[in-house]
Nanobody
Framework: QVHLVESGGGSVQAGGSLRLSCAAS???????MGWFRQAPGKEREGVAT????????YYADSVEGRFTISRDIAKNTVYLQMNSLKPEDTAMYYC????????????????????WGQGTQVTVSS
């Protein structure tokens, strides 16, 4: 069982930056990790994921070039650096981990991720 705890959310103006962190309660060096978000009235969508190797990040088109996912294996932590934030980035952001080794087929399929955090709110004002 892996428990995930997100932090780093908050309120910023458009164009600003935030860095989200996700701390895992156990080693996740063999797991794929990801960030998803859900805005009110919308379905959960994948934002960025990274596979077991750590060499293949995947990004949603809407965040490509603005967001960067990274992981610190020693700290069992994954990060999401978000730059040039837009009001449409406003959502609850969730960290997720796969149940085992994962090399990225269907990188934004929520069912591929067995562990989820409680979420951290990001609000971007215009």
């Amino acid at each position: 069982q892996v428990h995930l705890v997100e932090s780093g959310g908050g309120s910023v103006q458009a164009g600003g930056s935030l860095r989200l962190s996700c701390a895992a309660s156990a080693s996740t060096h063999n797991n794929g990790m990801g960030w998803f978000r859900q805005a009110p009235g919308k379905e959960r969508e994948g934002v960025a994921t990274i596979d077991t190797s750590g060499m293949s990040p995947y990004y949603a088109d809407s965040v490509e070039g603005r967001f960067t996912i990274s992981r610190d294996i020693a700290k069992n932590t994954v990060y999401l650096q978000m730059n040039s934030l837009k009001p449409e980035d406003t959502a609850m952001y969730y960290c997720a981990a796969t149940g085992g080794r994962w090399y990225g087929p269907a990188p934004f399929l929520p069912s591929a991720f067995g562990y989820w955090g409680q979420g951290t709110q990001v609000t971007v004002s215009s």
